[in-house]
């Protein structure tokens, strides 16, 4: 499969590297300092849940952007105070019982841990991980037999915040964040990486095997833990249990996701069945996924759903101030105006952290190899400088891109020890024809043949060549996205970009109108003189602006 570049490999430039800025320095605000982490509304119902976020988000953006956070070695160093008698956070419960947002919440800090742990390789990390596996979470593993799925769809009342709800089982808490103790799969596979052992296995897989018989729409799964246990059942196929039937369960739960509960942007329900706002946290976990699957499956069909995520739903849901929140369900009961949450404008307890690692794998993924083979996937077109390793040497590019605005991007070698020729994959974007797309080098044509959704060359690179590759983007009509609205709707599209009106009204606009190109993908109905324009800035806007912007997405021919 393709391999992501490591994270010190990548330094992101551009509109992408603002927005980590933006984030990194949101995450260096009061309410990320340990002191007010462990006293945050959320540290009784999700214990380490808010510390392990910031401490993840922290690690990989430290990373990507080459700065060391001011406060994260300061978390390390007092988190040992907030830890109880056997060495987590929270209640200890009596021998044979659990709290399913006690659990949960250690997702986060477990997760937070791992990646300080990748990146400094300190010993204090792994031992805290150490404590919170052997007491936490392994003694958990008689219990998921008696995991009271039949009881779930009645917590279908949750809040922004994850309730627990007293049970007289072994579960002697549930969460109304349905199903929230299995997203510690994704922390637990990546514990696993680290270091495995045959009890942790033992877990895994109980967790896996229960899972599998849990049907999400039935119990109103919240979304963000669906796509978080999907995650960790990939990371488990990929690196340990190749099963053919693990992929299969990632595949078939995300599209169920994908077909009943995600929204005309590419953002997701928070629970199925319950389109009362999204959830940043669940956008990062689709987009991610949509990457893995494509690794797994070479379907380029998902690198195309992972730019329209990114674009528009994670976009939109960044913040002026750096973090992230909430937005309407856009395409759900008949809805057409994409609005930020009146409600939930950013969600600093969950989603302005778990925004982070969605900013640092977009750049990750920007480039991928397969070393041994000598190829080079381009799945995305960010700005930056990029080190591929080889066997036979290294390859740093940087690039220049004004995608997706425009079909412009360039590449130029900075450096170039490998001796053999590379084949370069580059991704066809949404809405453009595979044939349209063209890639000059030091100013000569290059050929192109098309591969599973790329356009495929080989290339031996000089340094100072510059690799141009140049597609056109339009304006273009699809049908809604969702199966929530009724017949006789479509939606205009700029490449991945979704348009929308800015308006607080509803208005008619044609699949047969007439729109004159204003550039960046913004266009103007000739018939009515509404403007169409991308929804991914409002991190340019004031919070003012932000929190009282409202467009609309999807149109049907008439008055409206």
């Known amino acids: 499969m393709p391999v992501p570049l490591p994270l010190g490999d990548v330094m992101p430039a551009g509109d992408l590297r603002r927005r980590a800025a933006l984030n990194f320095s949101r995450l260096h605000d009061d309410p990320f300092r340990f002191e007010a982490m462990i006293r945050a509304n959320t540290a009784a119902e999700a214990p380490g849940d808010w510390i392990g976020r910031a401490m993840l988000g922290l690690s990989v953006l430290g990373q990507v952007l080459q700065t060391e956070p001011h406060y994260l070695e300061e978390i390390m160093a007092k988190l040992p105070s907030a830890l109880n008698a056997r060495g987590y956070i929270g209640l200890l419960h009596a021998a044979g019982t659990a709290d399913e947002n006690q659990v949960g919440g250690h997702n986060g800090l477990l997760r937070g841990l791992c990646e300080y742990y990748l990146w400094k390789r300190d010993p204090r990390a792994l031992a805290v991980i150490r404590s919170v596996v052997t007491n936490l979470m392994l003694p958990t593993r008689d219990l998921y037999a008696a995991y009271p799925d039949e009881k779930l769809a009645k917590l279908a009342d949750g809040r922004p915040i994850g309730l ?93 996701y994908r077909e009943h509960a995600e929204t005309e942007h590419y953002a997701n329900y928070n629970w199925f069945g319950r389109p009362e706002w999204t959830e940043a946290c669940g956008v990062v976990d689709s987009f991610l996924l949509a990457v893995q699957l494509w690794r797994a499956t070479g379907d380029a069909d998902q690198l195309q759903v992972a730019h329209r995520i990114y674009f528009n739903a994670l976009c939109y849901a960044q913040r002026p101030n750096g973090g992230f929140g909430c937005d309407l369900c856009v395409g759900a009961d008949g809805r057409v105006l994409l609005a930020p949450h009146p409600k939930i404008f950013e969600a600093p307890w969950c989603c302005s952290m778990r925004g982070s690692e969605g900013l640092a794998r977009a750049a990750q993924f920007n480039l991928m190899t397969d070393a041994k083979a000598g190829t080079v996937w381009v799945p995305f077109y960010f700005e930056g400088d990029y080190t591929l390793r080889f066997p036979d040497g290294e ?73 141009a590759l140049d597609f056109p983007l339009a304006l273009t009509v699809e049908q809604p996205a969702t199966a929530a609205l009724p017949a006789g709707y479509h939606r205009f599209c700029h490449g991945p970009l979704v348009l929308g009106a800015e308006r607080a009204d509803v208005v008619g606009l044609e699949a047969e109108d007439d729109f004159l190109a204003l550039g960046r993908g913004r266009y103007q109905c000739r018939r009515t003189g509404t403007v169409l324009a991308p929804v991914d800035d409002l991190t340019y806007r004031g919070e003012a602006e932000a929190r009282a912007h409202r467009a609309q997405l999807v149109f049907k021919d008439g008055p409206g």
């Open 395 to 467: 390859i740093a590019v940087r690039c220049a891109s004004e995608y997706p605005h425009a079909g412009w991007v360039r590449w130029t070698v900075l450096r170039n020890t490998a001796g053999t020729a590379k084949q370069w994959h580059f991704l066809v974007p949404p809405g453009v024809a595979p044939r349209t797309i063209t890639l000059t080098q030091a100013g000569r044509t290059v050929e192109l043949r098309e591969v599973a959704g790329f356009m495929a060359a080989s290339l031996t690179l000089a340094v100072g060549d510059v690799l």
């Open 164 to 256: 627990t709800v007293k049970n007289e089982g072994v579960w002697v808490g549930l969460s109304t964040d349905i199903g929230t103790v299995f997203f510690t799969l994704d922390a637990l596979t990546q514990v696993y990486t680290i270091e495995p052992s045959p009890e942790l296995r033992g877990l895994i897989e109980t967790m896996i095997a229960r899972y599998a018989r849990l049907d999400v729409r039935k119990i109103g799964a919240q979304t963000h833990s669906t796509l978080s246990t999907l995650r960790g059942i990939f990371r488990w196929w990929e690196e340990v249990d190749p099963r053919p039937e693990l992929l299969a369960l990632v595949r078939e739960c995300y599209r169920l």
